[in-house]
């Protein structure tokens, strides 16, 4: 799952609109033979139409056939499979169809960390004549960049067992990166013979050139046997780009059929950041670090890739079924997961890293596992402080201090010596099966690692696809809480500079070049003072733990969210119970100026106090509770008398835009069957207006709901970010809608999605659905996470057992005199647990 890559790029069922692509990927070409070699048919199974295609004397891939036109061939997607057809080309009585399956099982933690894939050739012969036919798989020892023509590349042809055979391509990468091996393979059978060339070139300087080895086949239709008992190639120089191919014969009756599978894996078991650590990949775990390893990756793929389909289709199908759901909703919801493949994943093993130090003579040298050497440490002003900011209540309702974590008694012991960023790290949460630890990037454009205020809406598809990486994730972010990193960070924006990472506030991301250890790469503001990033963090920590039933995470994490609640405390300043915006963007929407109180921050504050509280009873906190209902009792009224216009909620203090995120945080408050923040009615309201305005009054409704509008129905030009369509939010108001009953509205507003980013009459953004477009048509930010928002559709629609049986209980309403009139700590209703009973013993888990 970690880094697997999307197999073509077009929308279901679109003519195929395929490309060559450059040197280095895979191209599969096929070679048929009828009536006893007297018709032959070749080519390269993608339309080919570019400059210098068979131009004379060229040696490369452009002298090879290159006949499809495209115009009888479809792709369609579902992921993670995909199918093509090419019903008549190149030969008129041969249909082929090719599988595509990626080993993407929601909530098997192992097969989805292997990095392969199957592609599935099913060859019907319509004509009275046998038919030869060889299918041919080549690939380029390239990664691109750099390295691609760097020198010290090798391949090496295998047999393996179960009769797979192929050819192992090791990539020496640059600047002492660490190495990468592919292994392209077939599986040989009573009717299909795999051969090999395990070297041709581009040229004809030092290997058989790509001319000669299509010139075999058109002869041969294979390659010869002897060729498996090859020796590894010499190194590449650095001029040559050598390739390999893999071909795989069969002879198809005349109205017969014949299947023919090949697979490709690689192995790259090491991930190195920039500052220089380096982790295992989560695949590791099953298979060892070895680049060999490659050859069992394939041969697994070629083995299970039955069960995968068979897995994928269980999955897939209650959705695909249910009539009641549009057709456009049901291939785009699972072609947006594209982005957990795509999104510059990294999935590691969970263990400690190694630490690569360069010393005085540079020198490269790898420091033990978890220790990094101090001297290499005295220039980094950084102080890490861990410490509890609440208790828990015991039998007797006596605070008592829980016992410190080894992470925190790291954490404190640093305030007398200063420690190795690593120390964030060292001691990950291993439950009974450690998933690892996973890093998306925010988008291929904003190259940081899980945003955070981004995740809070691409959560969703990892919280139901995968949860124990959602937990994962939470928990890295739980451990940032405490945390402090007093560097400092020339601050975009305005020149000013500040610190990287401020204690009590929730990191913007998990950095860039060290991961965890030194987080908030963005620098345009001091996220710090950013007024979302703390109450999201505590909306999806309690909605994976409300989800879950988890425990044990709860008790983990609840220490870092009473620290983000109180951290909040600084930005309410006149003592209302509800926190104020700076005048700068200082929330997700990070060019959108907000003056005092703001409806997207003011919702998600209030229904961050009340999730807090109910996590808060759940954990056996019943101070801490009391604490948030009455901050929430005081904040709602005055949020509803300083914002409430009589339809909707004004923009802030100071404008009165029809803002089409400005529920986001009732939309986790519903999505975790917490009570409502607001009367339905007002609510209903809200999302109405929205529809009326954000939506239909933009093309009609078919490009999705722009962010601003302005009360008399034109779009809020007051800044980039609010005339801007953000297909995340798109998706996440439509599942708002669909959480209150409005469904024609919903899957209208996320309609415009579709139609613009995976339509055939839209701009064509299939697998690269961006951050956001205008309604000219102008696009920013490709590939981009928000967009998994989908998914909170999806939750929304069936929502997981956990959620429809929870209690429902308004616990504001029922503390309501309790808050205001009573000293109590906790109300009669409340059952005091003690931290043993609560934190020790009590453990309950999710079949995840």
């Known amino acids: 799952m970690g880094s697997r890559s999307v197999m073509a790029s077009v929308g279901r069922s679109r003519r195929s609109a395929l490309v060559v692509p450059p040197p280095g990927r895979r191209e599969v070409q096929i070679f048929i033979s009828r009536d006893g070699g007297n018709k032959k048919y070749s080519s390269v199974l993608a339309p080919g139409h570019h400059e210098g295609l068979r131009k004379n004397g060229d040696l490369g891939i452009s002298s090879w056939d290159w006949k499809l036109t495209g115009q009888h061939s479809t792709y369609h997607a579902l992921f993670p499979r995909a199918w093509t057809v090419y019903d008549g080309e190149p030969d008129p009585d041969l249909k082929i169809s090719c599988r595509q399956i990626s080993p993407f099982l929601p909530h098997d933690y192992r097969e989805s960390s292997l990095p392969t894939v199957v592609f599935v050739y099913t060859l019907v012969n319509t004509g009275r004549e046998r038919a030869k036919v060889s299918l041919l798989m080549t690939w380029a020892n390239s990664i691109g960049g750099i390295s691609h023509h760097s020198g010290g590349h090798t391949n090496e042809p295998f047999l393996g067992e179960d009769g797979v055979a192929g050819v192992l391509l090791h990539h020496k990468t640059a600047n002492d990166n660490p190495p990468v091996t592919f292994a392209i393979a077939a599986s040989e059978t009573q009717n299909v013979t795999v051969t090999v060339l395990p070297n041709f070139g581009l040229s004809d300087e030092n290997y058989v050139t790509a001319k000669d080895m299509w010139d075999i086949m058109v002869q041969d239709g294979q390659f010869e046997r002897e060729n498996f008992n090859s020796s590894s190639s010499m190194p590449s120089c650095t001029s040559d780009t050598i390739c390999a191919a893999v071909s795989a014969s069969t002879w198809v009756e005349p109205n017969g059929t014949c299947t023919v599978v090949f697979s490709v894996a690689w192995s790259s078991p090491k991930v190195k950041f920039q500052k220089g650590c380096t982790y295992n ?27 995968w389909e068979e897995e994928i289709e269980k999955w897939q199908n209650p959705i695909l079924q249910n009539e009641k759901l549009p057709e456009w909703y049901k291939f785009t919801l699972f072609n947006e997961l594209y982005f957990l493949v795509a999104g510059g994943t990294v999935w590691t093993d969970g263990e400690a890293p190694t630490f690569e130090e360069v010393n005085r003579n540079d020198n490269h040298h790898k420091s033990p596992k978890g220790k990094r050497h101090k001297s290499a440490l005295k220039d980094k002003h950084v102080s890490f402080i861990a410490e509890k900011t609440s208790s828990v209540i015991n039998l007797n309702n006596e605070r008592i201090s829980p016992p410190i974590s080894k992470l925190e008694a790291d954490g404190n012991a640093a305030l007398g010596d200063e420690p190795a960023k690593a120390d964030l790290v060292l001691h990950p949460h291993h439950d009974s099966e450690n998933v690892g630890r996973f890093l998306y990037l925010e988008g291929v454009e904003y190259v940081m690692w899980c945003t955070y205020d981004v995740h809070y809406y691409a959560s969703f598809a990892l919280l139901d696809l995968f949860p124990k990486i959602e937990l994962s994730i939470q928990r890295d972010f739980a451990r940032a809480v405490l945390h402090e990193d007093r560097s400092k960070v020339k601050l975009l924006a305005d020149g000013s500079w500040g610190i990287r990472k401020a204690k009590g506030a929730i990191p913007h991301d998990l950095g860039m070049h060290d991961p965890w250890n030194e987080m908030n790469a963005y620098n345009i503001h001091d996220t710090s003072k950013w007024k979302d990033l703390n109450p999201k963090f505590v909306l999806q920590v309690y909605r994976d733990f409300a989800a879950t039933g988890d425990i044990s995470f709860g008790s983990e994490v609840w220490p870092a969210v009473c620290a983000a609640i109180d951290y909040m405390e600084q930005f309410d300043r006149d003592s209302d119970g509800l926190i104020e915006n700076d005048g700068f963007p200082d929330q997700t929407y990070d060019i959108w100026t907000v003056h005092g109180v703001s409806a997207y921050c003011g919702c998600l504050w209030l229904a961050a106090l009340q999730a807090a509280a109910a996590m808060a009873q759940r954990l056996g906190d019943s ?128 309609e415009g999605i579709f139609i613009v980013g995976w339509s055939e009459e839209g701009f064509g953004y299939w697998f690269q659905t961006p951050e956001a477009w205008t309604t000219d048509g102008h696009y920013r930010s ?16 069936s929502p997981p057992k956990t959620m429809l049986e929870a209690p429902n209980l308004n616990m504001m309403d029922r503390l309501h005199t309790s808050s205001l009139n009573s000293s109590s700590t906790h109300d009669g209703s409340a059952r005091n647990v003690s931290q043993r009973s609560c934190f020790g013993n009590v453990v309950c888990h999710c079949d995840c």
């Not at 100071?654 to 609510?683: H, V």
């Not at 109405?688 to 009609?700: A, C, D, S």
């Not at 490709?782 to 629609?797: C, D, G």
């Open 623 to 750: 101070a801490f509770a009391e604490k948030c209902k009455i901050k929430f009792l005081k904040a709602k009224p005055v949020f509803e008398a300083k914002l409430w216009n009589g339809s909707y909620f004004n923009y802030d203090s100071s404008c009165r835009s029809i803002q089409a995120d400005q529920l986001a945080g009732q939309w986790y408050t519903a999505a975790s069957g917490l009570p409502l923040l607001f009367d339905e009615s007002k609510i209903r309201s809200t999302l109405q207006k929205i529809f009326e305005y954000n939506v239909m009054k933009v093309k009609g409704g078919r490009m999705g709901a722009v962010n601003g509008m302005n009360p008399n129905g034109t779009v809020d030009e007051s800044c980039m970010q609010s005339r801007e369509i953000w297909t995340g939010v798109t998706y996440s108001l439509a599942a708002t809608m669909l959480l209150h009953g409005m469904e024609q509205q919903a899957f209208a507003t996320a």
């Open 782 to 797: 490709l590939i981009y996470m928000r967009p998994l928002a989908i998914w909170a559709m999806q939750w929304a629609l």
């Open 281 to 307: 990949r989560r695949y590791t775990k099953f298979y060892g670090t070895s680049e060999r390893s490659a050859i069992n990756l394939v041969h697994d793929a070629l083995k299970n890739y039955k069960w």
